[in-house]
């Protein structure tokens, strides 16, 4: 096998979503080395996504057959035009083929729309409940159920979340329950006290059924908003594994998913914070946001947009001069893929930009490639990044 057929063959892996991880890097290697490998990659993946890729017009398909015509016989090198051509040959077949079949039911009496489903869809509504007893439960808001959780409490599940009883009655021995969504889900709960927390997908909360006379605190893993109901004799406590927070009565958004540390932002109201063992906390005041290293560490207060960081509640993903990696990281959670790299220095590039969060995940991954330069490659549930 030449060395020329085996690049063909690698590319086409890749494409196809079958490569390792270590031939992806190969490719994105040979990619970066010559700005002629480079467009001869997207030549072959134009031609294969007329055949793998979505479903596209008659007129696309034939454009780009002309297109990619043109650039085979460009080409100086003999030996790879042999090869191209032998891509072709198994390419453009079944192609023409289609191109065929499109166009006789574009002139047929009853037109037909072709949808093709998409394997990567938006997340929904969706977590499980965990009891002190151990009991786990899937949570659904259209399933309309009540959920004995301890004695002589129950909790109802529906369309506005799961609501726990608002009741001023303390519990003297605390039982804890946990709500956890996953990835491609999104929760809403209402607490004991009458506070609401949106929590995000792939994230925890662990809370007590009822709280005690002296304070309300829950344990946060992921991203939440917190709405907290105000209560001068409890103050409300928000622990993760890096930063303790008091709250004021108050709304805020944490987030501890974050690969420089954990964010806190205040949208209203008051709240201290400080890192999980240390004495100094710090007061933040509306439109802040407060960072902390991932061992606790204080980092800085900064005054921000807080819409940035809470619009995903609202139905949103806004992202204002965000790392690729950290937008990716995002939307993996959120649509449930996975993420590979095909070069560690796209992970730093920034982009600036928003999108509904129940769009379909190309409308985000064609602006991105458009303002930043680089190439997604998206196969199933896998989502590949190229320079």
């Known amino acids: 096998m030449t060395q020329e057929s085996s690049k063909d063959e690698l590319i086409l892996k890749v494409l196809d979503g079958v490569a390792t991880p270590e031939e992806i890097q190969n490719l994105a290697r040979w990619i970066n080395a010559d700005s002629e490998n480079e467009a001869y990659f997207n030549q072959l993946k134009k031609a294969w996504n007329l055949t793998s890729g979505p479903v596209s017009s008659v007129e696309r398909e034939e454009k780009e057959l002309k297109n990619y015509m043109v650039y085979v016989r460009s080409r100086q090198r003999i030996y790879r035009i042999r090869q191209v051509f032998k891509y072709v040959a198994i390419i453009m077949i079944p192609l023409l083929g289609g191109i065929y079949w499109l166009q006789k039911e574009k002139n047929s009496m009853k037109p037909q729309l072709v949808a093709m489903e998409s394997k990567i869809v938006p997340g929904e509504y969706k977590a499980t409940l965990t009891t002190s007893g151990g009991e786990t439960i899937v949570l659904l808001p259209s399933k309309q159920e009540d959920i004995h959780v301890q004695e002589n409490i129950t909790v109802t599940n529906g369309q506005t979340g799961i609501v726990y009883q608002n009741t001023a009655k303390a519990a003297s021995v605390l039982q804890y329950n946990t709500l956890k969504t996953p990835r491609g889900g999104e929760y809403t709960i209402t607490l004991s006290d009458g506070s609401r927390v949106y929590l995000n997908a792939s994230s925890e909360l662990k809370y007590p059924v009822l709280f005690d006379e002296k304070k309300r605190e829950v344990r946060l893993s992921g991203e939440a908003y917190f709405e907290v109901a105000k209560d001068s004799e409890r103050p409300f406590y928000v622990v993760t594994n890096t930063v303790r927070i008091k709250v004021y009565g108050t709304s805020f958004n944490v987030n ?3 690969t420089q540390g954990t964010q806190a932002v205040l949208v209203s ?44 509640r609202d139905g949103r993903l806004v992202f204002e001069d965000e790392s690729l990696e950290e937008i990716l990281n995002r939307l993996s959670r959120w649509y449930n893929v996975d993420v590979f790299y095909g070069s560690e220095v796209v992970k730093n590039y920034h982009f600036t930009g928003y999108m509904e969060k129940y769009e379909d995940v190309d409308t985000i991954l064609k602006a991105i490639s458009k303002m930043v330069g680089v190439n997604f490659i998206v196969k199933g549930k896998t989502i590949t990044v190229t320079k």
Do not use: C, Q
Request: proline fraction near 2%.
């Open 256 to 258: 501890t998913y974050s």
């Open 269 to 312: 109201g008051k709240v201290g914070i400080r890192g999980v063992g240390a004495d100094k906390e710090y007061i933040m005041n509306p439109s802040e946001l407060a960072e902390f290293d991932n061992d606790g560490t204080f980092k800085r207060i900064r005054a921000v947009n807080t819409s940035a960081y809470t619009a995903w």
